[in-house]
């Protein structure tokens, strides 16, 4: 018997406050959500606008910054359901605004991925938890090279340098072990993370990937920032989506030397200490620059 398809789209709409990538979720019946709905071929001349109309109706928010992320379609992501549920998910970018629905709330996103956040330092949970927890795993299913590899690529492991764009590799890699609660009701505590509907941290995580690598060669930081900004502020938001501290200089020398960047002659006195000067990004370096991006100096390229 053929099931029948629903085209399903699904945001993951992120900002950054307080130096804390977050992203908007909903509660559902299921848990923690991303804001869904069906596509409606009638109703909605276009997918973004499908999406935009769904996050509308769901949170009260007026959408910018949008762009198609990944189409997630496995057979089972969706159970005790006949209809094979195909979801095409948005990032959206944007500042955090409040939300006239009680149901939406801004979450942080390493509360569903706490060891992405490598500006303290290593996340402990890693040594202690993780990795001892993909130990005995491959015990249980075979140490074989190739699961090895993985799991020292993936979490920089035995010698292997962390490569901040692995976030969907690692989560899939602590999926397929049951050390998360998606895959396993038995993982628990702050190392494996809360847990999200269905398969929506899967699409966190393929966001966060997606904008650690993107804000190295376009300029979509900026759609994250108010129209004038200090420099630190700057570097703190590319912290926050990085989730590793940058050297100052090198990062500021990147990013006045691409052009990013001019003064507006004015200054922002509410810093704690010496006034700063107040810069905003400049358009024209979209025309003058293939790849206009603020670059992640100290991060593995």
């Not at 999406?51 to 990944?70: A, C």
């Not at 969706?78 to 998910?89: A, F, T, W």
């Not at 996340?123 to 140490?143: K, N, T």
């Not at 899967?202 to 979509?220: D, E, N, Q, S």
Request: net charge positive; charged share 25%; glycine share 10%.
């Amino acid at each position: 018997m053929s099931r029948s398809i629903v085209l399903g789209l699904n945001a993951v709409i992120v900002a950054v406050t307080d130096e804390q990538p977050r992203v908007l979720a909903v509660d559902s019946e299921e848990g923690v959500a991303l804001p869904y709905g069906p596509l409606d071929p009638n109703r909605h001349r276009t997918l973004e606008l499908g999406l935009r109309s769904w996050v509308r109706e769901q949170t009260g928010l007026e959408l910018g910054y949008v762009e198609q992320l990944y189409t997630f379609g496995d057979r089972d992501r969706v159970s005790g359901h006949d209809e094979r549920l195909l979801s095409v998910v948005y990032l959206a970018l944007g500042r955090e605004r409040s939300v006239p629905l009680a149901d939406a709330t801004w979450r942080p996103i390493y509360d569903f991925l706490p060891w992405e956040d490598w500006r303290n330092g290593k996340p402990g949970s890693i040594d202690r938890q993780l990795a001892p927890g993909l130990r005995e795993w491959m015990e249980r299913v075979g140490r074989t090279a190739d699961r090895r590899q993985r799991c020292a690529v993936s979490f920089g492991l035995r010698g292997a340098p962390w490569d901040g764009e692995r976030v969907l590799e690692r989560f899939e890699l602590l999926y397929e072990a049951g050390l998360v609660l998606e895959s396993s009701p038995n993982a628990g505590g702050k190392s494996s993370g809360r847990s999200m509907a269905l398969d929506h941290r899967r699409m966190v995580a393929t966001a966060l990937g997606r904008l650690r690598g993107k804000i190295r060669y376009r300029p979509v930081i900026f759609e994250l920032l108010p129209a004038q900004f200090t420099l630190l502020q700057l570097q703190r938001v590319a912290e926050a989506l990085a989730g590793a501290r940058l050297h100052k200089q090198n990062f500021r020398r990147l990013v006045q030397r691409g052009g990013l960047v001019e003064g507006t002659g004015a200054l922002e006195t509410e810093t704690g200490g010496r006034p700063a000067e107040l810069f905003r990004f400049r358009q024209e370096v979209l025309r003058e620059r293939p790849a206009p991006g603020v670059g992640l100096p100290g991060l593995a390229s």
